[in-house]
């Protein structure tokens, strides 16, 4: 990929507007008791009848009945329990369609063991005040088929009001899309969780917003991964914002997760963070921390936690202003081998890596020091002052290719590596501190300019960081 054109595609990004967790115990599971393949499409809505929409979507997913929850009676105001309603039509086969209105859901539906869907047309569903629990839990305790939800809007902005809008646990396939969640959650509950049961089995989750967070200190995260899951999922174009305990918390068991585009912002803990044993990738992901009065602390952009050829690429990720952080690309002690390539990272917190590969831990597998740990057509800009662009420690098979470091902040380094083996080569680091410090390294270099003058060095960047990548 060509630099120039590779920047100018950051650039657009950053101009997109932008407005917890599997694996784990689940602090409010539901009542007692790459990537993933082609879905069904969900119709658009067209002008006509009002039955055309849901229709569409029945024959397209092969659903024998569309019910009507307004012609069914189901108060539309907001005013009146629908719980029922949908318990009584939610069964196989059958697509429940919410016309425009406010449906009061005070109660956890659930639906185990068919292949059933929900859609809505300008529908909210609203908690009433208080309310803390799941609404839907479409798959428990049984996992359904399939699964269809999308058109909804959850209206959470009452006070001490925060339910899991969706549970969703699928053998075959899960479909989230054009869900709102507004409100900013003020009870300990995560939000939107997602588990494919069977290794064969996807799950696409589109154009979801949460874009109003949780309150500081209920650990709340935005998505999730659950721990039931073994299949694939996407997440895509969805956008997260200011979840003290992570935006997107990916940790499933088994399957992989991919997640392409969308918007993360001011998340604790991680805007991203993937841990599968399987290969995963976050492509063309805008992750941004600019706001630290509520986020929390450690406020990482992508964090890989762990498994195998996990690969991030054509990502921005923006640390602008933060509480504490590990880094805005953080490759954890845990992590076996990733590639970063096609990133930009800009940084003007302080102290902040661009780029991090941590030492594994005493528990750590032996092979998660030998990676390989790569970075290719990186650039890295920013006004941080202090600590280093890039830091790597205890780690075989790193290798930095096509970098460019430029940050023009007081004693900020360039490349730190301690007890690291691999390579630095067609790369220009322009830092106010030590360019490249090896310690215990053994590192090869080829083709690799330094300056010490990054004040003054727009011509060489431009030379460095716009022309085509190099051999």
Same mark, same amino acid.
């Given at each position: ?150 058109? /909804?809007? +959850? @209206?959470?902005?009452?006070? %001490?009001?925060? &339910? =899991? ?6 053998? *075959?396939?899960? #479909? ?15 939000? /939107?969780? +997602? @588990?494919?049961?069977?290794? %064969?089995?996807? &799950? =696409? ?6 874009? *109003?967070?949780? #309150? ?256």
């Amino acid at each position: 990929m060509r630099r120039r054109r590779f920047l100018a595609t950051v650039a657009a990004a950053a101009t997109v507007g932008l407005a917890g967790c599997g694996g784990r115990e689940d602090d409010d599971p539901p009542p007692p008791g790459p990537g993933p393949h082609e879905q069904p499409e969900v119709p658009a809505r067209t002008t006509g009848e009002e039955s055309r929409y849901p229709a569409a979507i029945a024959s397209e997913w092969g659903f024998d009945e569309v019910v009507n929850l307004g012609t069914e009676g189901a108060d539309q105001t907001g005013a009146r329990e629908t719980a029922d309603y949908f318990e009584d039509h939610l069964r196989d086969g059958t697509l429940v369609y919410l016309p425009p209105g406010r449906y009061e859901l005070g109660r956890t539906v659930s639906v185990s063991d068919a292949s059933t869907g929900i859609v809505g047309e300008n529908a909210t569903i609203v908690p009433p005040d208080g309310y803390d629990g799941t609404l839907f839990a479409l798959g428990y305790p049984e996992p359904l088929s399939e699964v269809l939800i999308a058109g /909804l809007t +959850f @209206d959470f902005r009452a006070e %001490d009001t925060g &339910a =899991r809008p969706l549970f969703a646990m699928a053998d *075959d396939r899960i #479909v989230a899309r054009e869900l709102d969640v507004r409100g900013r959650i003020d009870v300990g509950q995560d939000q /939107l969780r +997602f @588990d494919v049961t069977e290794p %064969d089995g996807t &799950a =696409r989750v589109e154009n979801v917003r949460l874009p *109003d967070g949780g #309150v500081p200190g209920t650990g709340v995260t935005g998505m999730e991964v659950g721990d039931q899951n073994h299949g694939d999922l996407a997440f895509v174009d969805c956008h997260v914002a200011g979840f003290p305990d992570n935006g997107l918390y990916a940790n499933p068991p088994e399957g992989e997760v991919s997640v392409l585009g969308g918007s993360y912002l001011n998340n604790g803990i991680s805007g991203v963070r993937i841990e599968t044993k399987d290969a995963s990738v976050v492509r063309g992901v805008h992750v941004r921390c600019d706001d630290r009065s509520d986020a929390g602390e450690n406020m990482r952009g992508i964090r890989l936690r762990s498994g195998e050829s996990l690969l991030v690429e054509d990502c921005l990720v923006e640390m602008l202003e933060v509480t504490s952080s590990d880094g805005g690309i953080v490759f954890s002690s845990e992590l076996g081998s990733a590639t970063v390539q096609n990133c930009q990272v800009r940084v003007d917190a302080d102290d902040v890596n661009a780029v991090r590969i941590k030492a594994p831990g005493d528990s750590t597998a032996e092979d998660a020091h030998h990676g390989p740990f790569r970075c290719e057509n990186v650039v890295v800009t920013g006004e941080a002052t202090g600590g280093a662009a890039v830091a790597a420690a205890n780690r075989r098979g790193c290798e930095f290719a096509n970098l460019c470091v430029h940050q023009p902040g007081d004693d900020r380094d360039g490349i730190v590596a301690e007890d690291v083996t691999g390579e630095v080569h067609d790369s220009y680091v322009s830092v106010t501190g030590d360019p490249l410090s090896f310690t215990g390294s053994a590192i090869s270099q080829r083709n690799v300019t330094v300056n010490r003058d990054p004040r003054d060095a727009d011509s060489a960047v431009d030379r460095w960081c716009s022309q085509p990548s190099r051999e």
